[in-house]
């Protein structure tokens, strides 16, 4: 099934963060399915690319424990979970996230 | 274990231009780097008189997955650096790494990401700090990246001393290498402070020229602040003849000394001091000196104290000096100044010019020594000095000599 706009709002995000971490990947195709540890970024790197996630939503991530995704959906999946978890949050984007 | 160290390599990245050739270029034409210069962050602005690295684009030395972690100080550590190692000929990286120390000085270290940092945390309100921000603001960062860059392993750390700090830093890597801790240096500094707050602090102390910077000359009205890095190799005697190296000058000896007076007020017998365990550790006569690269910020008080320092020290010889400050062209640079005037001072033994002291409008009645206005002056340099003296009242001399004598 086709991922619904939410998803693929929060996807580029995730994107973009791992581009302004380490612009080099500008140039690398990533998907959903992409795996973190496949994108040569360090531990430093790592942190750095869930920072500018919670950054650009408001959320946290770290204090969650929830930063052991492997891959951008599983990435995604959390931050619809913690933005529909907000007060005011967005529960289509929770549905989505099952 | 006592061996003769010698200067193998220089390397500089300044407000003059990135490299030692575009640095001494302008020296020597006396042209000053020092313009109106815009700072801003957090929704505030104002403009000083600064010498910001001019023509410097980081991309150029550096990818931009590098950049993030840093800042500028760091990278201009590690662009002089290069230069040296390659001018000294050890570029790709030759001989033993653990033998090879690095010993870089900086005052504030990672400015950049810290104001950056300060306005997100108190500006922006947001509690949480950039993951980066601890190993950038270090100010070791340029030591680490250097020693990464070549894949040394020897002694390496930072000396902070403020303005003093590359001084200082020459200081502790000749002492390394002439005790035998190492073979080799890579010693200098790099500071990057053209920043609203850094610029709005030193403003506050009033210290800071609204106009530009004349040391030494009558109507100085105060420092102007530049951006750079200079960083020389150091290296036995020894190793530089075994492998055919240019030997550039030896640097004869060191002198360190404390005012314990005053935190922002020079005293005369402070940098005195120094001078003369410098000449003492040098075994050097005061009349063999032909040049000082003075400290000579252009503040109405160290360029008189500087003076007084220099006549006492020297007495009728004092006159006999050619003196001059360099911040006049590239400003002053911190933690960064004392390793760029020291590859100033390297090539005007080298070159036999010295430099001048631009934007000198005439004497000053506490400044009445020689101080090569406005205009580079060909004179042959066999000895010089380099002063470098910090807030505090921390004070460090380097004494060289350009001829290196067999015995």
């Known amino acids: 099934m086709a991922p619904q706009p939410g998803h693929l709002e929060i996807e580029e995000q995730i994107y973009r963060a791992v581009r302004t971490v380490k612009p080099s990947l500008a140039v690398v195709p990533m998907s959903p399915e992409t795996r973190f540890e496949n994108l040569g970024l360090t531990s430093l790197d790592f942190i750095t690319v869930v920072f500018e996630i919670e950054d650009a939503y408001g959320l946290s991530i770290v204090e969650q424990r929830l930063d052991t995704f492997r891959t951008v959906a599983e990435a995604r999946d959390v931050v619809a979970r913690l933005l529909a978890a907000m007060p005011g949050g967005n529960q289509h984007l929770a549905e989505e996230a099952g | 274990m006592t061996r003769r160290v010698v200067i193998t390599g220089l390397g500089c990245v300044s407000s003059l231009g990135v490299g030692c050739a575009q640095f001494w270029c302008a020296m020597e034409r006396g042209a000053s780097a020092i313009r109106p210069t815009r700072v801003a962050q957090g929704g505030l602005e104002n403009t000083f008189p600064a010498a910001p690295v001019g023509g410097y684009d980081a991309l150029a030395h550096f990818t931009a997955d590098e ?278 001072t390297v090539l005007a033994m080298h070159h036999g010019v010295v430099p001048p002291t631009a934007n000198y409008l005439g004497p000053d009645e506490d400044c009445t020594l020689d101080y090569v206005p406005n205009e580079a002056r060909r004179r042959r340099v066999s000895v010089a000095l380099k002063e470098s003296f910090a807030f505090g009242g921390l004070n460090a001399v380097l004494a060289l000599r350009r001829d290196v004598p067999l015995s």
Request: hydrophobic residues 45%; glycine residues 12%.
């Open chain 2, 67 to 344: 950049l993030p972690l840093r800042d500028p100080f760091a990278q201009f550590a590690v662009v002089a650096a290069r230069e040296a190692m390659a001018d000294a000929g050890l570029s790709p990286f030759e001989g033993d790494p653990a033998r090879t120390a690095v010993i870089l000085g900086t005052g504030g270290g990672g400015e950049h990401a810290r104001e950056e940092a300060a306005v997100r945390l108190f500006g922006e309100r947001k509690l949480r700090c950039h993951p980066m921000l601890v190993p950038k603001t270090n100010n070791q960062a340029s030591v680490g990246f250097v020693s990464m860059e070549f894949g040394t392993t020897g002694p390496s750390f930072v000396v902070s001393t403020g303005c003093a700090a590359a001084t200082h830093a020459v200081a502790q890597a000749f002492l390394v290498v002439r005790h035998g801790l190492a073979d080799r240096a890579i010693t200098g500094g790099s500071e990057a402070p053209v920043m609203l707050s850094v610029l709005q602090a030193f403003d506050a102390a009033r210290v800071v020229s609204h106009t530009t910077c004349r040391p030494f000359s009558r109507e100085r009205d105060g420092m102007v602040i530049g951006e750079g890095g200079g960083v020389v190799v150091l290296e036995t005697l020894e190793t530089a003849r075994a492998r055919g190296a240019r030997i550039y000058a030896e640097l004869l000896g060191v002198g360190m000394s404390a005012d314990a007076r005053s935190s922002v007020h020079p005293q005369e017998h402070g940098p005195a001091l120094a001078i003369a365990t410098a000449l003492a550790d040098a075994r050097l006569n005061i009349d063999e000196v032909d040049y000082i690269n003075a400290h000579g910020t252009g503040t109405q008080v160290n360029d008189r104290v500087e003076s007084r320092a220099i006549a006492g020290v020297f007495g009728e010889h004092a006159r006999g000096l050619s003196i001059s400050s360099t911040k006049s062209m590239h400003g002053h640079t911190f933690g960064g100044a004392g390793g760029m005037e020291l590859v100033a």
